[in-house]
């Protein structure tokens, strides 16, 4: 992957991009929320459709010129209704904030009342943090999972909801390792006559794939980002029945944004058609299978995993038990020294601070694309416990950083 357009113009720029692909090549991607997307998608995303404004939808645009855009959308939309069997489906969202942002304009008025998950047990700033406007604008109140077993505490979702009477409940989660149960959530937000958005930003590919129980047909909205377990390039997605239809179209365009990012749509459109392809599935099926054999091996070095173990594609270690005096950002730090790249990640009961949590959150997304297996997982579940055994210990530093080259090249990326 060369960037000699790029080197031509800005010598600067070309540096940070083969020094990103580098990165990526030589360390371990972690991050539970990143990928690796093919070439064809990054082709897709760097294409000239970054020129074309395309407000409006398929067929009924504000500007002319649309008829490569307007396919290409089309394409988009098909195919992700195949994968996931929604009545309708907006692409344009640039984020799978804007897409929750979509609904929440969609269906609420300033002050109406959010039920969603408390940050440090899972949940997303979208969902109504009080740092971001959807705290601000909506009263939001937010459920937890149960601190014994670190799962949701659906019956006390339930009673929480017949309390405060929301006028959407949210599910789905950026830091659970557990399976959703979208219909019990569903039963919630019915006995109270609310919403019900599905978030399933993170395990998109996992359900499209059938791996992961489909909030689809259950929840109202179901909201993602296709850049995570998807591999489908930057951006959000929106899906709803066919009643909710055009107040989801009008609040995603001209409600919340502008025009489409019509170069992230066409990534989008060949991501969902790779992500329809069977060997899609065997990659979803690897990606759970790697994560449970990383928790299985951490807590055989003595990790204590919240809801020990998980159903798919990321682990959550609380390091307070096995390692009181290392916080998620020291061994945030000394990981990313030694190549393996993942997030200091706060956990239920949190008694530091989201900017020094008290956990770690470590994905297989990355890792399985890039081909690892079970085996290698546990491998890299090894290098994880040295690092954080002695986090300050160069040359353990130094020793992990080489295993982990010799894992990166027997399982090359972007070659
Ligand atoms: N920042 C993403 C995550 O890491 O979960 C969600 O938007």
Request: net charge negative; proline share 5%.
């Amino acid at each position: 992957m060369d960037h000699e357009h790029v080197r031509d113009v800005d010598p600067a720029v070309a540096d940070a991009l083969e020094g990103e692909i580098d990165r990526q090549r030589e360390s371990l991607q972690m991050i539970a929320s990143e990928n690796h997307v093919s070439r064809a998608v990054v082709d897709a995303q760097g294409s000239v459709l970054t020129n074309k404004y395309a407000e409006g939808y398929p067929g009924e645009r504000y500007y002319g010129g649309c008829e490569y855009a307007d396919e290409v959308e089309e394409l988009a939309i098909d195919r992700a209704t195949e994968l996931f069997g929604a009545e309708h489906v907006n692409v344009q969202p640039h984020s799978g904030t804007q897409a929750n942002q979509a609904v929440y304009f969609a269906m609420l008025e300033p002050g109406d009342k959010i039920l969603s998950l408390d940050l440090n047990h899972g949940g997303h700033l979208s969902h109504g943090h009080p740092a971001n406007f959807v705290g601000q604008l909506y009263d939001v109140e937010q459920y937890e999972v149960d601190p014994e077993t670190g799962y949701l505490d659906y019956e006390g979702l339930a009673e929480h909801a017949a309390e405060f009477e929301p006028d959407v409940i949210v599910s789905g989660y950026s830091a659970y390792p557990r399976e959703v149960e979208w219909e019990r959530i569903q039963e919630a937000a019915d006995e109270v006559g609310a919403y019900h958005l599905a978030d399933i930003a993170h395990i998109t590919g996992l359900v499209a794939a059938g791996v992961h129980a489909s909030p689809v047909g259950v929840a109202d909205f179901v909201t993602g980002s296709t850049h995570k377990t998807i591999r489908a390039g930057r951006g959000g997605i929106v899906m709803c029945d066919e009643e909710y239809a055009d107040d989801i179209d009008a609040a995603v365009f001209p409600g919340g944004q502008g025009g489409p990012l019509m170069h992230n749509v066409a990534g989008k459109a060949v991501g969902f058609k790779e992500a329809l392809e069977p060997e899609f599935e065997d990659y979803a099926e690897q990606t759970v299978a790697n994560a449970k054999a990383l928790g299985d091996q951490l807590s055989e070095h003595g990790f204590s995993l919240v809801s020990e173990g998980t159903d798919n594609h990321l682990v959550l270690v609380d390091l307070r038990e096995s390692h009181p005096d290392t916080s998620g950002g020291d061994a945030e730090e000394a990981l990313e020294d030694a190549g393996i790249v993942l997030n200091g990640n706060t956990v239920p009961g949190e008694t530091r601070s989201p900017f020094d949590p008290s956990g770690i959150r470590a994905g297989t997304p990355g890792l399985t694309t890039r081909g690892f297996d079970e085996d290698d997982c546990r491998t890299v579940a090894d290098l994880i416990a040295r690092v954080i055994d002695a986090p300050d210990d160069e040359d353990v530093i130094a020793a992990v950083r080489e295993d982990v080259e010799e894992l990166c090249a027997e399982n090359p990326l972007y070659e």
